[in-house]
């Protein structure tokens, strides 16, 4: 019997990532990069299933010029589609006896999908196009996503259990950085195509100390430094007297602050010598594309991989196999693979390599 695919796009994911938000909650705008990773995923998606899927730029456009079969279901077609629509389009998946649902979004979405299971024992699967995906419901890349939904086919995928997590964006915007546990899904998992959900690491000061110190003795007067989210990068900024949102990234030159929580266009108007520092997310590897969407692939073209400083203290690498690029751009993810020397100490490193294309 052909397995069934419910197939659902929520067409706002990620819209708030560019421009330093931090989430795309209650941002009724549409994300231009969403098509992208649509076609990414469907373009090694598996022929073998019929995809029901949502009306319109929920998921129907997206079928029209593919081999793929589908069906569509009688939700998605209003102008704006909310959260009530993902979950409505959940529910008739559910009685069209779906064998498991993909979607396209972040950890918003991957609430309002399960919201709409109503305990239906169905697993659930992300293609990441959000700003947070904390959620250890989503695969690495929208490749690495339809490279799961093809072993999970063909019977090879494990189905296991993982946490739903979110931010709340409002108690962020005035910053505190709450992420909470929601629920626990069932998604499926091979070969480390999932992602694991984030996890945070409690650190030693004298790590901290001795990377930021590190650093800040190095730094150069003249260039640009793009700081990162993440409480290493916020140590470091600490120590110069700027405390800002956890969150955010923040512009630095002549150790003062130039601008805080800049986004994608404010990074596009930099000009001289520009250098990023970042420090990985915990557990989950992503050091560019996952909670510093401001750093845009037109932006990331100016930068010299050399000039991309990583920190972290040696307690979160152990929790890390790999380091993830995710640009949004499969060529520019190329230019930034390889080997980091991460610093984790005072004039202490540990070389990590990138992960392979899909994992």
Request: charged share 25%; hydrophobic share 40%.
């Amino acid at each position: 019997m052909v397995k069934k695919i419910g197939f659902l796009v929520n067409p706002y994911a990620g819209s708030g990532g560019r421009i330093g938000r931090k989430g795309s909650d209650n941002l009724f705008m549409e994300n231009p990069e969403i098509p992208n990773r649509v076609k990414r995923f469907l373009n090694k998606a598996p022929e073998n299933a019929l995809y029901i899927t949502a009306m319109s730029k929920m998921g129907e456009i997206y079928f029209i010029n593919t081999k793929l079969k589908y069906e569509t279901i009688d939700v998605g077609k209003k102008e704006k589609t909310s959260r009530e629509d993902t979950i409505s389009a959940v529910k008739e998946f559910v009685k069209n006896g779906v064998d498991i649902i993909v979607f396209v979004g972040g950890d918003g979405t991957a609430r309002d999908v399960y919201e709409g299971l109503q305990e239906a024992q169905i697993p659930i699967l992300g293609v990441p196009a959000g700003v947070k995906m904390h959620s250890g419901v989503f695969a690495n890349t929208p490749e690495a996503a339809a490279i799961l939904l093809s072993k999970f086919l063909n019977g090879e995928a494990k189905i296991v259990r993982e946490e739903i997590l979110d931010v709340d964006e409002d108690a962020y915007r005035s910053g505190r950085y709450t992420v909470r546990l929601y629920y626990t899904a069932l998604t499926i998992s091979s070969n480390n195509l999932l992602t694991p959900s984030k996890e945070e690491i409690a650190y030693e000061k004298e790590e901290l100390e001795e990377i930021a110190n590190y650093i800040l003795d190095n730094m150069d007067y003249n260039s640009f430094y793009i700081m990162g989210p993440g409480s290493t990068v916020k140590y470091i900024e600490s120590k110069l007297d700027i405390n800002t949102s956890f969150l955010g990234i923040d512009i630095i030159k002549g150790r003062k602050l130039i601008r805080a929580n800049a986004n994608y266009f404010d990074l596009l108007n930099l000009t001289g010598e520009l250098k990023v520092v970042l420090t990985p997310i915990g557990k989950q590897g992503f050091l560019i594309g996952r909670g510093n969407l401001e750093l845009g692939p037109l932006f990331l073209r100016k930068i010299n991989k050399n000039n991309l400083i990583v920190v972290s203290p040696l307690s979160k690498l152990y929790t890390i196999d790999c380091l993830r690029i995710d640009t949004g751009d499969e060529n520019l993810d190329s230019l930034f693979s390889g080997v980091y020397n991460v610093i984790v100490g005072y004039n202490k490193f540990y070389a990590v390599k990138t992960c392979d294309k899909y994992y």
